[in-house]
């Protein structure tokens, strides 16, 4: 069955410290995969996605993700954290090749200790 | 240009009624998404669009969920004899095609009382 599992359902960080989100998939098909932010009152906005070609890609604020298609991941990290970046963080992962649906995780709250 | 538009912004019903959400997705996108997202929740998948046909209805929670796309472009997901569970809010997207990125809108909030 397709799955997306984020382990971590809140992780607490000091500002200026490195993070990473872990986001592990279950899924036939060749993904496509997502994150995505939420902030307090805010509605999801798009940090990066993995089509194909470099596994290591960039997003927006600093963020940056790697798929390992030999574990099943596509792990979120930031090398230092903003106050900002408090927010519920996201991995969604869909298929290229059929119309199955885009399958998001559980999320993960941040929250950023000044 | 315009993203995603939702309506309305907030919805308080009494149990019992039916309620009409609206989602005016991003002009030419063709993939339509709806998402239910319950307090201290992730998203719960509802039902996709593709063009004005809807290829999986499997996570719509009952027979009291419908939705319905015209022309491609605007949906409505109706939801009959609401429940106090029906509580949460309702999240459209659209992309430009099936997989692709997903843009967001703003949401409806249900309070079903």
């Known amino acids: 069955a397709q799955s997306v599992t984020q382990p971590d359902i809140h992780i607490t960080v000091s500002e200026g410290a490195s993070l990473e989100l872990r986001c592990n998939y279950s899924y036939g098909a060749t993904p496509y995969l997502f994150w995505y932010v939420q902030s307090p009152g805010q509605g999801l906005q798009l940090l990066l996605k993995?089509?194909?070609?470099?596994?290591l890609v960039q997003g927006i604020k600093g963020f940056e993700a790697e798929f390992k298609r030999s574990q099943s991941s596509f792990n979120l990290r930031k090398p230092s954290v903003h106050w900002s970046d408090a927010a519920e963080y996201f991995c969604?992962?869909?298929?290229?090749?059929?119309?199955?649906?885009?399958?998001f995780g559980p999320g993960t709250s941040l929250s950023v200790i000044p | 240009g315009a993203g995603v538009s939702q309506s309305p912004s907030n919805k308080v019903t009494e149990k019992g009624k039916d309620v009409e959400l609206r989602c005016d997705p991003i002009?030419?996108?063709?993939?339509l998404y709806w998402y239910r997202q319950s307090l201290g929740q992730g998203l719960e998948f509802l039902i996709y669009f593709q063009g004005n046909s809807a290829p999986d209805k499997s996570g719509l929670p009952s027979d009291r969920f419908s939705a319905e796309r015209t022309g491609g472009s605007v949906s409505t997901l109706t939801i009959q004899r609401t429940q106090q569970e029906d509580s949460a809010v309702y999240l459209c997207?659209?992309?430009?095609?099936?997989?692709?990125?997903?843009?967001f809108g703003p949401g409806t909030r249900l309070l079903v009382l």
């Open positions: 969604a992962v869909g298929s290229k090749t059929s119309y199955d649906k885009v399958i």
């Open positions: 002009s030419g996108h063709t993939a």
């Open positions: 997207a659209s992309s430009p095609r099936w997989s692709e990125t997903q843009y």
């Open positions: 993995y089509f194909s070609g470099d596994t």
